[in-house]
């Protein structure tokens, strides 16, 4: 729980990291367009819209990305960074996409949901599980856990994906996501991986019993989840602004975990989610206030050995963290918002 203590040590550590950046050079550009889905764990960058525009970005903008990894919006130059899930990105680096891994920001923002044929995760053989894109943040994420008990999750398990049942995304249509826990209501697979607010909807509705609780339950509660990743050459180009649009993204962080009302308001207001309530229970779920216990570096080495385990990339972790990690910002960061 975050006491009045740590609150008001929090904004103290605010002020004096203002007086910090003021000292700084200004960034080299002053515009910024970070990425956003359907899912609201994201909740620190989408907060951070003041702190980003008190670093010296006057110009942030919000790139929709309806699935997938944000390295493949990156390398087409369409956004510059944005938090995303650890694995897809991991795929999708492996196969070339020219983006870097900036910092770690939160942890434990899936949970996996099974109906009453599923128990535990080895009941899953046989068995048919939904996500909103085949390679994916969840088919990824719950492709490593079901390999993690010891099944095959390419053959082991029969995946559904919206494509065969919503063939394009119309303007303005739901997120795959949302379809995708649509077909889990209506009784078409026996698990789901969701991500806020999806879990708190379930859970409201009583529908499912949750399997896993990535905030709760080893070892994935033990690594950050999502990464702040960027475009390779935004980063060359721009280190001062790296910096400080991480900065704003980590002190947001701080703001959720010490204040979820603000946060989880600030979410509805802006047009990021529909329901106060499910914000502001995620707000409060999950440990936002922790980034700066755990390590990147070696987040992405779990990542990347169950991915290379279950056949999903080809390098190593090795080379992984040597050519697509640059933790030097964060690291320093680490130091600078200390609690």
């Known amino acids: 729980m975050i006491t009045r203590r740590t609150f008001l040590g929090g904004l103290t550590a605010s002020v004096a990291t ?17 990425l956003k889905t359907g899912s609201i764990c994201w909740a620190p960058q989408y907060v951070a819209e003041q702190l980003l525009r008190d670093e010296g970005f006057t110009d942030v903008s919000y790139v ?14 369409e956004a510059d960074l944005g938090m995303n899930f650890v694995g897809p990105n991991i795929v999708r680096i492996d196969a070339g996409d020219p983006v870097v891994f900036l910092g770690g920001v939160h942890v434990g923002c899936f949970e996996v949901i099974a109906t009453d044929r599923v128990q535990r995760m080895r009941d899953l053989k046989g068995k048919t599980a939904v996500v909103a894109s085949l390679n994916g ?14 099944l095959d999750p390419r053959k082991d398990i ?21 379809i995708s826990m649509q077909l889990f209501l209506e009784g078409k697979a026996d698990a789901f991986l969701g991500f806020p607010p999806q ?56 703001i959720c975990a010490a204040d979820p009302e603000r946060a989880a308001r600030a979410l509805v207001d802006r047009g990021f989610t529909a329901k106060y309530e499910y914000a502001l229970q995620t707000m409060r779920d999950l440990p936002y206030g922790k980034w700066r216990e ?46």
């Open 18 to 34: 203002v007086r910090i950046a003021s000292a700084e050079p200004p960034p080299e550009t002053t515009r910024l367009r970070l």
């Open 64 to 77: 929709d990305m309806p699935t997938g990894a944000i390295s493949v919006r990156l390398a087409a130059g």
């Open 137 to 150: 943040a969840e088919h990824i994420f719950l492709a490593t856990i079901a390999a993690n008990v010891g």
């Open 158 to 178: 029969h995946w559904i994906s919206p494509e065969a049942y919503v063939p394009r995304r119309q303007p303005d249509a739901p997120y795959p996501n949302e």
């Open 199 to 254: 879990p708190q909807e379930l859970r409201a509705r009583k529908v499912g019993h949750v399997l896993v609780n990535s905030a709760l339950d080893r070892p994935w509660s033990q690594y950050f989840c999502c990464l702040l990743t960027a475009s390779k050459d935004f980063v060359r180009k721009n280190p001062i602004a790296t910096k400080r649009a991480l900065r704003a993204i980590l002190k947001s962080a701080d």
């Open 294 to 339: 755990y390590d990147a570096e070696d987040t992405i080495r779990f990542y990347a050995l169950r991915l290379h385990e279950v056949g999903m990339i080809k390098s190593s972790p090795q080379k992984l963290i040597a050519q697509a990690t640059d933790f030097r910002f964060f690291n320093e960061l680490k130091k600078e918002l200390k609690a």
